[in-house]
């Protein structure tokens, strides 16, 4: 026995004496884990095998880096005891020992930017992660998404940008630089919505390597990893140590902090700043950020939880705790105590109703009732700045946003982060923050006035502090979720209606127990039938309920898609709501106010406001299922107009027939509107262009007939001149003659000036009119270019009166001729250009036709399209016929059509264009 018991002592001696000097280690990694840690050229490269290397360096180890070929693969080989330690990650499975925390990095979630939908937390997504990592994370944060695991980066992105999965959830630095190294970092983009600072810890399976690597890590120093972080992280908002600072405390600063243990007075309930878990923890911003400072100083400390503030400063006062970590300074409380400096700064915000405008200055407060806690630090801060205030004093929180919700008070004044987190813990759906007071709170830290080392060692960590490691605790509560907790009245009701009849039930079952026992067989099968129905049902209820859920969200996806919003009323009720697509039209956050018929008038444009109230009264007596579509205007609340079309029809009907339920839906039609006023724009520019491409190509006519016409007076008046050179007195018939012929060509003079300015008269009035009439005004203002280009004009006219716009239908005729006399000016033939008309029932047909061999088939369907030309840029605009079109189709309320034909004249075969206008002759055509 005795031999036994030296032998297991010799071998425990040995043991320890070899795992004493241990100085040799192997490392697992993950290969495809860049810039942290990769494979490149067979040799491991990254971040976190430099920080390895060092530390192996500074403390004289040496270490085999073991490829683990995936994440999962390589940290089990640390569970199997096949190597020493992981590389690093943050400890999630309960076999993992971890070591102190050497780096932090950043996780995110990714979206790809094609995507542009808003991602919540409650929707329904495939999310793709690496490794097992942050499994458990996803699941809390998203309890309707479904996980898939990936084995390395290749596999997820290639899921990710084929859209197998909607989102992957990775380290922010690893994704982008994956991304940015196989060309695909511009299709994705990074989301708000899930962000995490995440340690980067030594894991093993055995504490004792742990603490050989704690103790080995003391040797390394901040400036040493800020160099190899440096090397690997270019970005400095990307880096974790350029805001990591040494702490140079003094010997006398030392020495205190390791004869001293600090008793710390902890609040009980101050949300969210400090309080007390179910654990018995210290939680909340303060207490995360007071463990970083604690820890940066080295400090050992106690923790004494009291049951009010009053408590606590008493504590403070007499020298029972040392100091507190949540508070401010006041010219009081430094009657026994010091502060430090403050470690963050937060707002004192105005809580008001969500339908309440935004508050821009604390002026807007004075005369109304402002309820605020009584001593509170937001009370006294606003009674030294703002006595004039009228303040409504509460004892909580609680009761001050009570106050507010049901009218006592126009809003509640504190600290910012103490509004939202119990806004939403408290769940007053009808509060928001509005505004802010213009008065900061600087966080602080109280300590006993006999303590000066303690304040000068805190103010030196807090200069050291990480401020991305502030912001990450400050986003994490003000984006913490609550669960609703559970009302058990209902059960315990439930469960004890359930025991009386069981009761009872057992009573008459134990008095016919021995008569029917075949009966109590069958209850019992039937019972069983009930539970595994009610298994099943409650089966399906679940799985109807998911099925729900994702209709839901996919109905809020194709109204964000569509932006179409909808809407129901409650007529019997008086109750209306809106989806966030309808909100979000009206230029409001979801939810922004409780929406109502007077609420609703209120954006709707005055000029639509009482056509808006008949068209509800209108469907509303509506005794069918019809549905009506009407338009109108709203102003939203930044004063910008949008033009909306409604569709509502009453969906459901008393016993009479009254209404009790509408629905609708609500369309934006802003773009719309803007593009047929940019087109109508267009269209007028356009018109102007074609008349004045129209006066150009008639200045030849103008000229030419002046020309003749100025030649006749030209000679009358030089023949009267040389009369009275040579004769020195004119024959009275001679002179008589001479004037008429003057007068008549300048009354002809006149006429031509008419007709021009007659044609380009903006004249929207119909008139009553032969078609002989426009036809040969047209032909007669292009005259002057028919003789020019000896082209023959055939007519064959019918009598017909018409009533339209007469200048319009002449502008039409114009651009068809005078394409007509430019193509017919090139040909060395006989010329022809025929006009017929034909009456058809109760429309006019207008057949204008050349011989010039007509349009090429390439271009003929597109001679309608605005500048669309065949001739020189110097010739032709190309607006023309599109503006004949347009006359035509949109003013005249006809059609014109063009087409190539082959007919015989003279008996000679002829080829040319005819154009064909169609207008109606009794009906209105403007």
Same mark, same amino acid.
């Given at each position: 026995?005795?031999?036994?018991?030296?032998?297991?002592?010799?071998?425990?001696?040995?043991?320890?004496?070899?795992?004493?000097?241990?100085?040799?280690?192997?490392?697992?990694?993950?290969?495809?884990? /860049?810039?942290?840690?990769?494979?490149?050229?067979?040799?491991?490269?990254?971040?976190?095998?430099?920080?390895?290397?060092?530390?192996?360096?500074?403390?004289?180890?040496?270490?085999?880096?073991?490829?683990?070929?995936?994440?999962?693969?390589?940290?089990?080989?640390?569970?199997?005891?096949?190597?020493?330690?992981?590389?690093?990650?943050?400890?999630?499975?309960?076999?993992?020992?971890?070591?102190?925390?050497?780096?932090?990095?950043?996780?995110?979630?990714?979206?790809?930017?094609?995507?542009?939908?808003?991602?919540?937390?409650?929707?329904?997504?495939?999310?793709?992660?690496?490794?097992?990592?942050?499994?458990?994370?996803?699941?809390?944060?998203?309890?309707?998404?479904?996980?898939?695991?990936?084995?390395?980066?290749?596999?997820?992105?290639?899921?990710?940008?084929?859209?197998?999965?909607?989102?992957?959830?990775?380290?922010?630095?690893?994704?982008?630089?994956?991304?940015?190294?196989?060309?695909?970092?511009?299709?994705?983009?990074?989301?708000? *919505?899930?962000?995490?600072?995440?340690?980067?810890?030594?894991?093993?399976?055995?504490?004792?390597?742990?603490?050989?690597?704690?103790?080995?890590?003391?040797?390394?120093?901040?400036?040493?990893?800020?160099?190899?972080?440096?090397?690997?992280?270019?970005?400095?908002?990307?880096?974790?140590?350029?805001?990591?600072?040494?702490?140079?405390? %003094?010997?006398?600063?030392?020495?205190?902090?390791?004869?001293?243990?600090?008793?710390?007075?902890?609040?009980?309930?101050?949300?969210?700043?400090?309080?007390?878990?179910?654990?018995?923890?210290?939680?909340?911003?303060?207490? +995360?950020?007071?463990?970083?400072?604690?820890?940066?100083?080295?400090?050992?400390?106690?923790?004494?939880?009291? +049951?009010?503030?009053?408590?606590?400063?008493?504590?403070?006062?007499?020298?029972?705790?040392?100091?507190?970590?949540?508070?401010?300074?006041?010219?009081?409380?430094?009657?026994?105590?010091?502060?430090?400096?403050?470690?963050?700064?937060?707002?004192?915000?105005?809580? %008001?109703?969500?339908?309440?405008?935004?508050? +821009?200055?604390?002026?807007?407060?004075?005369?109304?009732?402002?309820?605020?806690?009584?001593?509170?630090?937001?009370?006294?801060?606003?009674?030294?700045?703002?006595?004039?205030?009228?303040?409504?004093?509460?004892?909580?929180?609680?009761?001050?946003?009570?106050?507010?919700?049901?009218?006592? /008070?126009?809003?509640?004044?504190?600290?910012?982060?103490?509004?939202?987190?119990?806004?939403?813990?408290?769940?007053?759906?009808? *509060?928001?923050?509005?505004?802010?007071?213009?008065?900061?709170?600087?966080?602080?830290?109280?300590?006993?006035?006999?303590?000066?080392?303690?304040?000068?060692?805190?103010?030196?960590?807090?200069?050291?502090?990480?401020?991305?490691?502030?912001?990450?605790?400050?986003?994490?509560?003000?984006?913490?979720?609550?669960?609703?907790?559970?009302?058990?009245?209902?059960?315990?009701?439930?469960?004890?209606?359930?025991?009386?009849?069981?009761?009872?039930?057992?009573?008459?079952?134990?008095?016919?127990?021995?008569?029917?026992?075949?009966?109590?067989?069958?209850?019992?099968?039937?019972?069983?039938?009930?539970?595994?129905?009610?298994?099943?049902?409650?089966?399906?209820?679940? %799985?109807?309920?998911?099925?729900?859920?994702?209709?839901?969200?996919?109905?809020?996806?194709?109204?964000?898609?569509?932006?179409?919003?909808?809407?129901?009323?409650?007529?019997?009720?008086?109750?209306?709501?809106?989806?966030? +697509?309808?909100?979000?039209?009206?230029?409001?956050?979801?939810?922004?106010?409780?929406?109502?018929?007077?609420?609703?008038?209120?954006?709707?444009?005055?000029?639509?406001?009482?056509?808006?109230?008949?068209?509800?009264?209108?469907?509303?007596?509506?005794?069918?299922?019809?549905?009506?579509?009407?338009?109108?205007?709203?102003?939203?609340?930044?004063?910008?107009?949008?033009?909306?079309?409604?569709?509502?029809?009453?969906?459901?009907?008393?016993?009479?027939?009254?209404? *009790?339920?509408?629905?609708?839906?609500?369309?934006?039609?802003?773009?719309?509107?803007?593009?047929?006023?940019?087109?109508?724009?267009?269209?007028?520019?356009?018109?102007?262009?074609?008349?004045?491409? /129209?006066?150009?190509?008639?200045?030849?006519?103008?000229?030419?007939?002046?020309?003749?016409?100025?030649?006749?007076?030209?000679?009358?008046?030089?023949?009267?001149?040389?009369?009275?050179?040579?004769?020195?007195?004119?024959?009275?018939?001679?002179?008589?003659?001479?004037?008429?012929?003057?007068?008549?060509?300048?009354?002809?003079?006149?006429?031509?000036?008419?007709?021009?300015?007659?044609?380009?008269?903006?004249?929207?009035?119909?008139?009553?009119?032969?078609?002989?009439?426009?036809?040969?005004?047209?032909?007669?203002?292009?005259?002057?270019?028919?003789?020019?280009?000896?082209?023959?004009?055939?007519?064959?006219?019918?009598?017909?009166?018409?009533?339209?716009?007469?200048?319009?239908?002449?502008?039409?005729?114009?651009?068809?001729?005078?394409?007509?006399?430019?193509?017919?000016?090139?040909?060395?033939?006989?010329?022809?250009?025929?006009?017929? %008309?034909?009456?058809?029932?109760?429309?006019?047909?207008?057949?204008?036709?050349?011989?010039?061999?007509?349009?090429?088939?390439?271009?003929?369907?597109?001679?309608?399209?605005?500048?669309?030309?065949?001739?020189?840029?110097?010739?032709?605009?190309?607006?023309?016929?599109?503006?004949?079109?347009?006359?035509?189709?949109?003013?005249?309320?006809?059609? *014109?059509?063009?087409?190539?034909?082959?007919?015989?004249?003279?008996?000679?075969?002829?080829?040319?264009?005819?154009?064909?206008?169609?207008?109606?002759?009794?009906?209105?055509?403007?």
């Amino acid at each position: 026995m005795i031999k036994i018991r030296s032998l297991l002592l010799f071998i425990l001696i040995f043991t320890s004496i070899l795992n004493a000097s241990k100085n040799h280690f192997k490392v697992s990694y993950d290969p495809d884990y /860049a810039p942290f840690s990769y494979l490149e050229n067979n040799i491991p490269q990254g971040l976190l095998i430099d920080y390895w290397k060092l530390w192996a360096e500074k403390n004289n180890y040496t270490i085999d880096f073991i490829n683990g070929k995936f994440w999962d693969d390589a940290i089990n080989l640390a569970k199997r005891k096949k190597i020493d330690f992981f590389l690093g990650t943050e400890a999630y499975e309960n076999w993992m020992k971890a070591s102190n925390s050497f780096y932090k990095t950043q996780t995110s979630l990714f979206a790809l930017k094609e995507n542009s939908r808003d991602f919540t937390q409650n929707a329904y997504y495939i999310i793709g992660i690496v490794g097992s990592d942050y499994k458990e994370l996803i699941k809390k944060n998203f309890p309707n998404s479904q996980i898939v695991v990936y084995e390395n980066y290749t596999d997820i992105i290639n899921d990710f940008t084929s859209n197998k999965v909607d989102l992957i959830y990775e380290d922010k630095l690893a994704i982008e630089y994956y991304t940015l190294q196989n060309r695909l970092f511009h299709k994705v983009r990074s989301l708000p *919505l899930l962000k995490e600072l995440i340690s980067i810890q030594a894991i093993s399976s055995e504490q004792k390597l742990i603490d050989i690597f704690n103790e080995g890590l003391k040797n390394l120093t901040k400036e040493e990893l800020y160099d190899i972080e440096s090397k690997w992280i270019i970005n400095e908002k990307d880096q974790f140590y350029i805001d990591e600072k040494e702490i140079n405390l %003094t010997e006398d600063e030392k020495e205190f902090i390791k004869n001293n243990v600090i008793n710390v007075s902890v609040s009980k309930d101050w949300k969210p700043f400090t309080f007390r878990s179910p654990n018995n923890q210290a939680i909340g911003i303060s207490s +995360e950020i007071w463990e970083l400072l604690s820890n940066k100083a080295g400090l050992k400390v106690s923790y004494h939880f009291e +049951e009010n503030f009053t408590k606590q400063l008493d504590s403070i006062k007499n020298k029972t705790n040392d100091l507190i970590y949540s508070t401010g300074n006041t010219a009081q409380r430094e009657n026994y105590s010091i502060f430090t400096k403050p470690y963050i700064n937060f707002p004192i915000s105005i809580v %008001t109703l969500k339908d309440e405008n935004f508050i +821009e200055s604390i002026n807007y407060l004075y005369g109304k009732e402002i309820a605020v806690g009584e001593n509170f630090t937001a009370h006294k801060m606003l009674k030294e700045k703002y006595p004039n205030l009228k303040f409504l004093l509460v004892k909580s929180i609680k009761e001050g946003l009570e106050k507010v919700s049901n009218g006592q /008070a126009f809003a509640y004044i504190d600290i910012k982060p103490i509004l939202t987190y119990n806004i939403q813990k408290l769940e007053f759906d009808d *509060l928001k923050i509005s505004g802010n007071t213009g008065l900061n709170f600087p966080l602080r830290i109280m300590i006993r006035d006999d303590f000066p080392q303690l304040q000068s060692i805190l103010n030196k960590a807090i200069s050291s502090i990480n401020k991305k490691e502030l912001e990450f605790i400050i986003e994490k509560w003000n984006n913490i979720r609550f669960e609703n907790n559970l009302d058990y009245t209902g059960l315990w009701v439930l469960l004890a209606a359930s025991t009386i009849i069981f009761i009872i039930l057992l009573y008459i079952n134990q008095i016919n127990i021995r008569k029917n026992k075949t009966l109590k067989d069958i209850v019992e099968d039937r019972t069983k039938e009930l539970k595994e129905l009610n298994t099943e049902l409650g089966e399906r209820v679940n %799985t109807k309920t998911k099925e729900l859920k994702r209709a839901n969200y996919l109905l809020d996806e194709a109204q964000k898609i569509a932006h179409l919003g909808s809407f129901h009323y409650h007529i019997e009720n008086d109750e209306l709501f809106w989806s966030d +697509e309808h909100y979000k039209i009206f230029g409001l956050h979801p939810k922004e106010i409780i929406p109502s018929i007077r609420k609703f008038l209120s954006y709707v444009h005055h000029d639509d406001r009482k056509n808006m109230k008949n068209q509800f009264k209108k469907v509303q007596s509506i005794k069918n299922y019809n549905k009506i579509t009407f338009e109108y205007k709203i102003i939203t609340k930044d004063k910008s107009i949008k033009y909306i079309q409604s569709t509502a029809k009453i969906t459901k009907f008393d016993s009479k027939n009254n209404p *009790l339920l509408m629905i609708g839906t609500i369309l934006d039609l802003t773009k719309v509107k803007q593009l047929e006023t940019e087109k109508r724009e267009k269209d007028t520019i356009l018109a102007q262009q074609s008349k004045m491409a /129209a006066m150009g190509e008639m200045l030849e006519n103008i000229a030419h007939q002046w020309r003749q016409t100025l030649s006749v007076i030209s000679t009358a008046s030089t023949g009267l001149q040389l009369q009275l050179e040579f004769n020195k007195n004119i024959p009275d018939e001679l002179l008589k003659e001479s004037v008429v012929s003057i007068n008549e060509q300048a009354q002809y003079l006149s006429r031509t000036i008419d007709d021009f300015r007659n044609f380009f008269h903006q004249n929207k009035e119909k008139a009553k009119f032969n078609i002989k009439n426009p036809i040969e005004k047209a032909l007669y203002l292009t005259s002057s270019r028919i003789k020019k280009h000896d082209i023959n004009i055939v007519k064959n006219i019918e009598e017909t009166t018409i009533t339209t716009l007469e200048n319009e239908l002449i502008q039409v005729f114009l651009n068809i001729f005078n394409n007509a006399i430019d193509v017919l000016g090139e040909k060395n033939y006989k010329k022809y250009i025929f006009i017929t %008309t034909k009456v058809f029932k109760n429309e006019l047909r207008i057949y204008i036709k050349d011989n010039a061999e007509g349009i090429p088939k390439r271009i003929i369907n597109r001679i309608f399209e605005p500048y669309f030309t065949t001739k020189h840029k110097y010739q032709g605009t190309g607006i023309g016929l599109y503006m004949s079109n347009e006359i035509v189709s949109k003013h005249l309320s006809g059609e *014109l059509k063009v087409h190539n034909v082959i007919y015989n004249y003279e008996e000679s075969n002829l080829k040319g264009a005819q154009f064909i206008i169609t207008i109606p002759i009794h009906k209105e055509t403007l």
